[in-house]
């Protein structure tokens, strides 16, 4: 039973960081993909960026780039969404969402699995 | 970066008809497509993944079409349950998402 477990909702001030963990259960954690999701408030889905836990090499979406930082941590089965210089539009959903086996023949299957998701809302 | 755009913004059917969503690619992502249905408060859920395949549990009703830049997410005959905001989503250059659209009941 695959099962993603984020972290709970945060109240931050514009400039501060976030920093949002999702933790996996089912499956050896190393293999499975890690991506980073966010929906602002009405609006549809933005991928933020994603990481393969064998490989240990975040890729983020260029909107992004040097202002997040995703990483993860294999003895708790655990993956981290850092986002910097936070503002008014910062504010939104953040999910996580796991592929299938990176090293399934047919490749992995897309955002199998999704966390919960966890309101990130930035405010003065 | 590969646009996705996906017609009708809202669609507005009967349960018991026949839904057809159609997704369009700025250029070609061969069949490395997916559609996702999200409802109210919940996350997204993998309905169809390689433009054609059902993900694990998803009812037949659901069907997915299409190669290089036009894909369609077709859904036989709905359910109540199946009035939701779906998106497609592509992974051939990077990962984008479409704007969605939104299945109402008529």
């Given at each position: 039973q695959v099962q993603l477990v984020q972290s709970g909702a945060e109240v931050k001030k514009p400039g501060s960081s976030v920093k949002v963990s999702c933790k996996a259960s089912g499956g050896?954690?190393?293999n499975y993909p890690i991506n980073w999701v966010r929906q602002a408030p009405g609006q549809g889905l933005e991928w933020m960026g994603g990481i393969i836990p064998v490989f240990d090499s975040p890729n983020y979406a260029q909107k992004y780039d040097g202002r997040l930082t995703i990483t993860t941590d294999e003895s708790t089965s655990t993956a981290y969404m850092e986002l910097n210089s936070?503002?008014?539009?910062?504010t939104a959903v953040y999910y996580c969402a796991r592929d299938g086996n990176y090293f399934d023949a047919s490749g992995p299957l897309p955002f199998e699995h999704w966390g919960q998701g966890t309101l990130v809302a930035v405010s003065s | 970066e590969i646009v996705l755009t996906q017609s009708p913004a809202t669609l507005s059917l009967s349960p018991g008809e026949r839904a057809t969503l159609s997704c369009r690619a700025s250029q070609s992502v061969t069949t490395s497509l997916a559609w996702f249905q999200q409802k109210p408060g919940q996350a997204p859920r993998l309905l169809i993944y390689g433009a054609s395949n059902r993900a694990t549990?998803?009812?037949?009703?659901f069907s997915g079409s299409g190669s290089g830049t036009d894909f369609t997410l077709t859904i036989s005959s709905l359910e109540p349950e199946d009035f939701a905001v779906y998106y497609c989503q592509q992974r051939s250059n990077w990962i984008t998402f479409g704007q969605g659209t939104r299945l109402e009941i008529k």
């Open positions: 050896t954690f190393r936070l503002t008014s539009e910062d | 549990g998803i009812p037949a009703r």
